[in-house]
């Protein structure tokens, strides 16, 4: 990476539309908004947002990138898995030498400070993140293509548990590596008690067919979405996404049973959104169809 000094460059006022093929803007996520782009070089600018920015390069082939965020100019070959951090409140500019192909992950600041607050009973106020022009991170990476790959095929109500559990480790990563004051993220060692544990898996089982939150499934024993998260793997073995889809699926095989019970209704009634979508879980749990497990 070369830095330069500052200058101002002609620029083009960014649309927030210029470009987009995908956004999760309308789908109900939490606390963070996933945009998907693809443009011809160009050179754009972009407002303070209020939102902290995260960038992923998709493009397919390398291209030079020219990037003035706040007062600091940054120059360099941007390739596919790259990382870029523009933090909520500064302004930027970049000017591409080759077709363009990015994610923009925006994160809300309150989510952040939430989620430092929680893990490290910290002084939320003090965090920030650090600005970052070209950043190679796997673990950041991984969590992005997997909201990528919901921004794409994900929906109902099992896909927004997941969507939560992907925005937490999003944003423990990012205050992990890149937040200006270094968090020591100290885990319990154990996992929920026992009677907490029945609390939550009797509400499941009590509400298998309708959305599940991981917000109220840790309102429910009065800790934080992170811990709980931890807590609860530590207990049984996997995330609350997993175990609440096992549950579901463990009911359809039970509905299964009864033939005046088409295939659609029992997904409905087990919390999925479609007979494809419970078809897609059954099939990686047994190995057939919900049609072909019932015959």
């Given at each position: 990476?070369?830095?330069?000094?500052?200058?101002?460059?002609?620029?083009?006022?960014?649309?927030?539309?210029?470009?987009?093929?995908?956004?999760?803007?309308?789908?109900?996520?939490?606390?963070?908004?996933?945009?998907?782009?693809?443009?011809?070089?160009?050179?754009?600018?972009?407002?303070?947002?209020?939102?902290?920015?995260?960038?992923?390069?998709?493009?397919?082939?390398?291209?030079?990138?020219?990037?003035?965020?706040?007062?600091?100019?940054?120059?360099?070959?941007?390739?596919?898995g790259d990382i870029g951090i523009?933090?909520?409140?500064?302004?930027?500019?970049?000017?591409?030498?080759?077709?363009?192909?990015?994610?923009?992950?925006?994160?809300?600041?309150?989510?952040?400070?939430?989620?430092?607050?929680?893990?490290?009973?910290?002084?939320?106020?003090?965090?920030?993140?650090?600005?970052?022009?070209?950043?190679?991170?796997?673990?950041?990476?991984?969590?992005?293509?997997?909201?990528?790959?919901?921004?794409?095929?994900?929906?109902?109500?099992?896909?927004?548990?997941?969507?939560?559990?992907?925005?937490?480790?999003?944003?423990?990563?990012?205050?992990?590596?890149?937040?200006?004051?270094?968090?020591?993220?100290?885990?319990?060692?154990?996992?929920?008690?026992?009677?907490?544990?029945?609390?939550?898996?009797?509400?499941?089982?009590?509400?298998?067919?309708?959305?599940?939150?991981?917000?109220?499934?840790?309102?429910?024993?009065?800790?934080?979405?992170?811990?709980?998260?931890?807590l609860f793997k530590k207990s049984?073995?996997?995330?609350?996404?997993?175990?609440?889809?096992?549950?579901?699926?463990?009911?359809?095989?039970?509905?299964?049973?009864?033939?005046?019970?088409?295939?659609?209704?029992?997904?409905?009634l087990c919390g999925f959104n479609?007979?494809?979508?419970?078809?897609?879980?059954?099939?990686?749990?047994?190995?057939?169809?919900?049609?072909?497990?019932?015959?």
């Open positions: 990476m070369k830095t330069v000094s500052s200058t101002k460059p002609v620029t083009i006022t960014h649309s927030s539309e210029e470009g987009l093929i995908n956004s999760s803007q309308d789908l109900g996520w939490e606390y963070i908004v996933f945009n998907e782009y693809q443009l011809a070089p160009t050179q754009i600018s972009y407002p303070a947002f209020p939102q902290h920015n995260l960038y992923l390069c998709l493009a397919n082939r390398p291209y030079r990138i020219h990037h003035l965020m706040g007062k600091q100019r940054y120059v360099g070959i941007y390739s596919r523009t933090p909520a409140g500064i302004a930027s500019i970049y000017r591409t030498e080759g077709n363009d192909h990015f994610l923009q992950i925006q994160i809300e600041q309150q989510f952040l400070h939430q989620v430092a607050q929680e893990t490290d009973e910290i002084d939320a106020s003090s965090v920030e993140l650090i600005p970052k022009f070209r950043e190679r991170n796997p673990q950041i990476e991984q969590i992005i293509m997997m909201l990528y790959s919901e921004l794409h095929q994900g929906s109902g109500w099992g896909s927004k548990l997941y969507i939560e559990s992907l925005s937490n480790a999003l944003a423990v990563n990012l205050l992990r590596g890149y937040s200006v004051k270094k968090t020591n993220f100290n885990l319990h060692s154990v996992g929920l008690s026992d009677s907490k544990l029945l609390l939550v898996t009797d509400y499941i089982n009590d509400n298998i067919g309708t959305e599940i939150k991981i917000s109220d499934l840790a309102a429910l024993v009065g800790i934080s979405q992170f811990h709980f998260s931890r049984v073995g996997m995330s609350p996404h997993k175990y609440v889809i096992k549950q579901r699926l463990e009911r359809a095989k039970s509905l299964l049973k009864n033939p005046e019970l088409s295939v659609t209704d029992i997904a409905l479609s007979h494809s979508h419970l078809g897609k879980y059954f099939r990686q749990l047994t190995g057939f169809t919900p049609k072909q497990y019932r015959n």
